[in-house]
């Protein structure tokens, strides 16, 4: 079982950057592929990033490539999202989410097993 809290969500201006964490609880956090999704209000959650259970390998949406950088530290049991450049289209409640323990990685929620609550971004124009 992995418990995922979010946190770094705020109101920023667009051209600005926040970075979003996610603390997980367990002992297997370094076993799962983690991700991050999005949801505007009125649309379907949407895949922004995920990185391997190992780390070494990313995977972006295109709409934030360039831009986002995800990455995780095994040894603090937190999952990181650094979004620079930031616009006014990506203003939504961001999520961490965890997939099976040595699982692939995902660009599907339906992929991923554990979710965390969200966290606030709004970008300003």
């Known amino acids: 079982q992995v418990q995922l809290v979010e946190s770094g969500g705020g109101l920023v201006q667009a051209g600005g950057s926040l970075r979003l964490s996610c603390a997980a609880t367990g002992r297997t956090f370094s076993w799962h592929p983690m991700g991050w999704f999005r949801q505007a209000p009125g649309k379907e959650r949407e895949f922004v990033a995920a990185?391997?259970?190992?780390?070494?390998?990313?995977y972006y949406a295109d709409a934030v490539k360039g831009r986002f950088t995800i990455s995780r530290d095994n040894a603090k049991n937190t999952v990181y999202l650094q979004m620079n450049s930031l616009k006014p289209e990506d203003t939504a409640v961001y999520y961490c989410?965890?997939?099976?323990?040595?699982?692939?990685?995902?660009?599907?929620?339906?992929?991923?097993?554990?979710w965390g609550q969200g966290t606030q971004v709004t970008v300003s124009s």
């Open positions: 990185v391997t259970w190992s780390g070494p390998s990313t």
């Open positions: 989410a965890a997939a099976g323990i040595l699982g692939r990685v995902g660009v599907t929620a339906s992929e991923y097993e554990y």
